[in-house]
């Protein structure tokens, strides 16, 4: 699969040029949680607009109720009608849809171009690899963290990965001592990622709650009481070969249970199975 590095490679007198912009859904404005659903490319020769949306929901599903989904289909629909990015601006009736800032693109054709920018954004359009659950093992917390630090390298904005991601996932700070708090995302807003793919609920247990106390208390810091707090968690996969059902049903008894704990203390826990999807939900809530 192209990644926006490749669409965006200079090439000696690209046929086609233009701007591109995301289509961003705020399913909920009090949770902040902000979705890529599609993108529109204009061509700056002939200025025409064309939309590549999403068509397939069944992970939106996994994430929301009936009632979101439907909303998200009817309002992929209107916005196919429109004729171009002036018009949906000008009479854009939907409060919850944003457009992006613009970004330059070109290659040979237009539709080549709207796929592989539309791959490498619209998380909730890719489909699950299932060559790779052919074995099943527990991703240690060092090395989901650099996998998902990696893939926001690729997806961010070179200075919206630095707000974010830093040298050591430690953040640091001073009372009577020096403290250490395992942070992964930290900046404008804060974020605890979490390994939950295990095949027994008291290893997936630690991991999640220890993200949880250590975004719990930095969370209550002065600096950081007013920041969103989101727990990234990776969860198991439905695989019963690679996992009993008892073990399956007790690690998300215990997911949500904590989901629970953490609504109270202003925190939202989210995840998936796939841990490219939860990459692409770490880099949305870095970039909205």
Same mark, same amino acid.
């Given at each position: 699969m192209d990644t926006?590095? +490749? &669409?965006?490679?200079?090439? #000696?007198?690209?046929?086609?040029? /233009?701007?591109?912009?995301? *289509?961003?859904? =705020?399913? #909920?404005?009090?949770t902040q949680e902000k979705l890529n659903i599609g993108v529109i490319f204009c061509e700056n020769e002939t200025e025409k607009s064309y939309f590549k949306m999403l068509e397939t929901f069944n992970r939106l599903e996994c994430l929301y109720d009936e009632?979101?989904?439907?909303?998200?289909?009817?309002?992929?629909?209107?916005?196919?009608?429109?004729e171009g990015i002036q018009q949906l601006i000008e009479s854009n009736p939907f409060s919850n849809i944003t457009i992006s800032e613009p970004?330059?693109?070109? /290659? #040979?054709?237009?539709?080549?171009?709207? +796929?592989?920018?539309?791959?490498s954004v619209v998380t909730l359009a890719r489909?699950? @690899?299932?060559?790779?659950?052919?074995?099943?093992?527990?991703?240690?917390? =060092?090395?989901?963290?650099?996998?998902?630090? @990696?893939?926001?390298?690729?997806?961010?904005?070179?200075?919206?990965?630095? =707000?974010?991601?830093?040298?050591?996932? #430690?953040y640091v700070f001073f009372d009577d001592n020096k403290h250490f708090l395992n942070i992964p995302v930290y900046g404008p807003k804060i974020a605890s990622i979490a390994s939950?793919?295990?095949?027994?609920?008291?290893?997936?247990?630690? %991991? *999640?709650?220890?993200?949880?106390?250590?975004?719990?208390?930095?969370?209550?810091?002065?600096? @950081?009481? +007013? %920041?969103?707090?989101? &727990?990234?968690? *990776?969860?198991?996969?439905? @695989?019963?070969?690679?996992?009993?059902?008892?073990?399956?049903?007790?690690?998300? +008894?215990?997911?949500?249970?904590?989901?629970?704990k953490a609504k109270k203390n202003n925190i939202i826990l989210e995840g998936q199975d796939d841990i490219d999807v939860v990459a692409g939900m770490v880099s949305d809530f870095c970039e909205a």
């Open positions: 926006l590095d +490749n &669409i965006f490679q200079d090439t #000696d007198r690209p046929k086609i040029v /233009g701007q591109w912009s995301k *289509l961003v859904w =705020e399913p #909920d404005p009090t009632q979101a989904t439907q909303s998200l289909k009817y309002i992929v629909k209107q916005i196919k009608s429109f970004l330059t693109a070109s /290659g #040979d054709e237009v539709d080549q171009i709207s +796929n592989d920018i539309f791959k489909p699950k @690899n299932q060559k790779e659950k052919s074995t099943y093992s527990g991703f240690t917390q =060092e090395s989901l963290v650099k996998y998902v630090s @990696n893939m926001c390298l690729k997806s961010l904005d070179a200075y919206v990965y630095k =707000e974010y991601f830093h040298t050591e996932s #430690d939950c793919a295990y095949s027994t609920k008291a290893s997936a247990e630690v %991991k *999640l709650k220890d993200a949880f106390i250590e975004l719990s208390v930095a969370g209550s810091l002065q600096e @950081n009481k +007013n %920041k969103p707090k989101r &727990i990234f968690a *990776l969860f198991p996969d439905d @695989n019963l070969k690679l996992i009993d059902r008892k073990s399956y049903d007790e690690i998300f +008894n215990m997911i949500d249970e904590l989901e629970w």
